[in-house]
């Protein structure tokens, strides 16, 4: 399946605006604000919000408003794309004017999720934990990951390795915070969470819930804990410039 996405610099990195980073400090701006800007919004705009089941769509109408979000918007429509790298005309220091940008990606259908993804409900509550609960999730992975490793050295492409992982990230009390989030928008969601997953970049398809996603031929990255998506691409997408 073919992405599009088109910047006016391109010097921009593929990244959302939630995980950027100030220049000079290299701390993250946003990303430990996250819950809190999120709420922030959902006080201000309840009505806006009331009609979203899941957090995707809340997230998809935050990108709508400006806010800072853990979505990198794409099209399906080359042309859309083509626009957003022409539409604003950007200059450097020396008044030369910066060259936009239109970038192709490409990843298997099967690797497309939708909004209703148990996946995408796993990595987009993730904006829903405080800045010491994501603490804590990163340690409870690399605890767990010590945990399976321990219990199955070499063998980490293998379902034992998987089950232990699992098993043993699923304990650990933030998980609990986090499928609290989740059963939110999914009563039925098991107890169960794969670590693993937590760290991906996945493409979704979004509802079209507004004119703006209709017009765009909207679809989102959706980049989980402090993932990043590799400039180049990798075995999964495939990056064109």
Same mark, same amino acid.
């Not at 430990?32 to 709420?39: D, I, K, T, V």
């Given at each position: 399946?073919?992405?599009?996405?088109?910047?006016?610099?391109?010097?921009?990195?593929?990244?959302?605006?939630?995980?950027?980073?100030?220049?000079?400090?290299?701390?993250?701006?946003?990303?430990? +604000?996250?819950? +809190?800007?999120?709420?922030?919004?959902?006080?201000?705009?309840?009505?806006?919000?009331?009609?979203?089941?899941?957090?995707?769509?809340? #997230?998809?109408?935050?990108?709508?408003?400006?806010?800072?979000?853990?979505?990198?918007? #794409?099209?399906?429509?080359?042309?859309?794309?083509?626009?957003?790298?022409?539409?604003?005309?950007?200059?450097?220091?020396?008044?030369?004017? &910066?060259? $936009?940008?239109?970038?192709?990606?490409?990843?298997?259908?099967?690797?497309?999720?939708?909004?209703?993804?148990?996946?995408?409900?796993? !990595?987009? +509550?993730?904006?829903?934990?405080?800045?010491?609960?994501?603490?804590?999730?990163?340690?409870?992975?690399?605890?767990?990951?010590?945990?399976?490793?321990?219990?199955?050295?070499?063998?980490?492409?293998?379902?034992?390795?998987?089950?232990?992982?699992?098993?043993?990230?699923? !304990?650990?009390?933030?998980?609990?915070?986090? #499928?609290?989030?989740?059963? +939110?928008?999914?009563?039925?969601?098991?107890?169960? !969470?794969?670590?693993?997953?937590?760290?991906? %970049?996945?493409?979704?398809? $979004?509802? &079209?819930?507004?004119?703006?996603?209709?017009?765009?031929?909207?679809?989102?990255?959706?980049? $989980?804990?402090?993932?990043? #998506?590799?400039?180049?691409?990798?075995?999964? %997408?495939? %990056?064109?410039?």
């Amino acid at each position: 399946e073919t992405f599009y996405r088109g910047h006016s610099d391109h010097k921009y990195r593929l990244e959302p605006s939630i995980l950027r980073k100030d220049k000079k400090s290299g701390k993250f701006t946003h990303y430990y +604000n996250e819950r +809190n800007l999120n709420s922030e919004m959902l006080t201000v705009q309840p009505g806006e919000f009331s009609s979203d089941k899941y957090m995707l769509d809340k #997230l998809v109408r935050m990108q709508h408003f400006g806010l800072p979000t853990r979505l990198l918007d #794409l099209t399906y429509n080359p042309l859309v794309a083509l626009y957003f790298a022409c539409c604003s005309i950007k200059k450097d220091d020396e008044g030369k004017e &910066i060259d $936009g940008e239109v970038i192709i990606l490409k990843t298997k259908k099967s690797e497309v999720k939708f909004f209703d993804s148990d996946t995408v409900s796993c !990595i987009t +509550n993730l904006s829903n934990l405080s800045k010491e609960q994501k603490d804590e999730l990163t340690q409870a992975i690399e605890s767990s990951r010590g945990v399976a490793k321990h219990s199955y050295p070499g063998m980490e492409k293998t379902d034992y390795y998987r089950d232990a992982l699992i098993s043993s990230f699923n !304990i650990d009390r933030v998980c609990g915070h986090l #499928l609290h989030y989740i059963k +939110n928008e999914k009563p039925y969601f098991k107890d169960i !969470i794969n670590p693993v997953d937590l760290g991906r %970049v996945l493409f979704v398809r $979004g509802k &079209i819930s507004n004119t703006r996603i209709a017009s765009q031929s909207g679809a989102f990255l959706l980049f $989980g804990m402090d993932a990043v #998506l590799q400039e180049s691409g990798d075995s999964d %997408v495939s %990056v064109r410039r």
